[in-house]
């Protein structure tokens, strides 16, 4: 069973909504800090917000005012609402855990430079396209 599956992805017109959700399994996750990535094609892979285990949020600036992460502890879920979304937004949008640690969520998970990570848990992906 893979840890994260991500799903909610699909077509959605500019300055509509969408929500993405990101299922978790196979560990302990209200203490593990979340956060969702996104990778748009020709293009890096990118943080776009964290949650911690204590519920402090991080959003890149990009999409602040825009995007709301929130998670459910007891489904084992995080979710991420896409309000206003923008073509830029078009993207592969993962899921990603970190253990525990003494670092906040956004040190944690910010430090990846590319998508999956080793040792890391990550979902498949779920497509976002965001049309003018």
């Known amino acids: 069973e893979v840890p994260l599956v991500e799903s909610g992805g699909g077509s959605v017109q500019a300055g509509g909504s969408l929500r993405l959700s990101c299922t978790a399994s196979?560990?302990?996750?209200?203490?593990?800090?979340m956060g969702w990535y996104r990778q748009a094609p020709g293009k890096e892979c990118a943080l776009v917000s964290t949650i911690s285990s204590d519920g402090t949020t991080y959003y890149v600036d990009s999409v602040k005012g825009r995007f709301t992460i929130s998670r459910d502890n007891a489904e084992s879920k995080i979710y991420l609402q896409m309000n206003s979304p923008k073509p830029e937004d078009t993207a592969v949008y993962y899921c990603?855990?970190?253990?525990?640690?003494?670092?906040?969520?956004?040190?944690?998970?910010?430090?990846?430079?590319?998508?999956?990570?080793?040792?890391?848990?990550w979902g498949q992906g779920t497509q976002v396209t965001v049309s003018s």
């Open positions: 196979g560990f302990t996750f209200d203490v593990a800090d």
């Open positions: 990603s855990a970190a253990d525990p640690s003494h670092l906040t969520a956004v040190q944690a998970l910010g430090v990846r430079t590319t998508c999956y990570t080793p040792g890391d848990a």
